[in-house]
């Protein structure tokens, strides 16, 4: 896909992540004649030792027309740290831009370390964005959770907790 000769409004564009769980092993792949398996960063943060159990995926979607493409994934053991994430996150927002689409949101579910990453980028109900910069360039991007995910909590909450409004108290299931 070229982000760079689409119509400017067709560039306009979302970055989604998400982490999922992956059966642990190693492998051995005689063509590269290297073991896989392990939590690997790419050229960016680099690999480990550590087994990985975690597959991180970033994927980009139209914001104003219908195209979605996986840009990268990354393998880590557990969930990936908050510090780590802020630097891939920054790093695929950046190489949107270089490839010529327009970041305007990132999204993603309420893992804690998704919690931690919108909070390193000052993050919040006032301030729903960060300023990325890019080329001399600012762009605003907005952070948005995966309303999905939001309804589970939303509903897992109902299920957990009793809620009160005024005097009257709606009981848990």
């Not at 992540?17 to 943060?45: N, P």
Request: net charge positive; hydrophobic share 40%; aromatic share 10%.
């Amino acid at each position: 896909m070229k982000l760079s000769r689409m119509k400017e409004n067709d560039r306009l564009c979302v970055v989604t992540f998400d982490e999922m769980s992956l059966k642990v092993g190693l492998h051995y792949d005689a063509s590269k004649d290297c073991i896989s398996g392990f939590e690997d960063f790419g050229k960016f943060l680099g690999k480990t030792r550590k087994i990985a159990d975690q597959a991180l995926v970033f994927m980009v979607r139209g914001l104003m027309s219908k195209w979605k493409q996986p840009i990268g994934y990354f393998l880590s053991n557990s969930i990936t740290k908050a510090d780590i994430l802020h630097s891939l996150m920054l790093n695929t927002v950046a190489r949107v831009f270089e490839s010529g689409g327009v970041v305007k949101a990132i999204v993603c579910d309420q893992s804690s370390s998704n919690r931690a990453l919108y909070s390193n980028l000052e993050v919040g109900p006032n301030k729903p964005y960060f300023v990325f910069r890019h080329e001399s360039r600012s762009h605003i991007v907005y952070c948005f959770f995966d309303p999905p995910h939001l309804l589970k909590s939303l509903r897992n909450n109902f299920v957990k907790y009793n809620i009160e409004i005024d005097d009257a108290t709606i009981k848990s299931l």
